[in-house]
């Protein structure tokens, strides 16, 4: 299913990628875990996360200084020597993320909770504050660092970089992974 920097997925396969899964990028001790509400149809067809063309995850971590250049997602696999990884909160690809019932979302955040206590990340990121709201139960939370943890990793919200949410340009995406890029680099 991976394929190169170069494919671009044709209709057909963008539909056969739908309730596809896709494996996390994930070891013990990461940095930052970062997790996505779920993979998108792009993603599920290259096997990539943040696959979509006008997906912000790319630039905006090059933005904030996580990376030292603009990654490809088929290059995904050079953040793990970066500290860095990728999961998701909801495993199954769909064409947008509203597609997800409440009780797939939960049932993702229990799962996620299971996946931190076990790689052991020093935080993990949420990108999403909708989904994670939903999966933790947690109605009021904002984006930045929360109060609760997962063990002994932190958890932050952040906003979810698909080109589809218009309440953040490129440049506030990036400006919130930087305080976070920070918040790391400083404890």
């Known amino acids: 299913m991976a394929h190169s920097a170069a494919y671009r997925p ?4 963008l539909a056969a990628a739908k309730d596809r899964t896709i494996p996390d990028l994930v070891a013990p001790d990461l940095r930052v875990l970062f997790c996505g509400i779920n993979p ?3 993603s599920g067809a290259t096997g990539h996360h943040f ?3 006008g ?3 790319w ?3 090059f933005r904030s200084g996580f990376t030292p250049r603009v990654f490809r997602p088929d290059e995904q696999k050079e953040l793990l ?10 495993a199954r690809t769909t064409a947008k993320a509203d597609e997800l019932t409440a009780a797939e979302l939960r049932d993702g955040g229990r799962a996620l909770a299971e996946r931190v206590r076990h790689y052991r990340p020093r935080v993990l990121a949420v990108l999403g504050l909708g989904a994670y709201r939903t999966a933790f139960g947690r109605p009021r939370t904002t984006v930045g660092r929360q109060a609760e943890t997962l063990g002994a990793t932190e958890i932050w919200v952040l906003p979810n970089p698909s080109g589809l949410n218009a309440h ?9 992974f930087r305080v976070l890029r920070e918040a790391t680099e400083s404890d």
Request: hydrophobic share 50%.
């Open 55 to 57: 997906n912000r995850f």
């Open 51 to 53: 696959a979509r063309p």
């Open 10 to 13: 044709t209709p057909a396969d």
């Open 40 to 42: 998108g149809l792009w």
């Open 59 to 61: 630039p905006a971590l």
């Open 168 to 176: 953040y340009t490129l440049d506030a995406l990036a400006a919130e």
């Open 81 to 90: 020597a970066l500290g860095l990884g990728i999961t998701n909160v909801a």
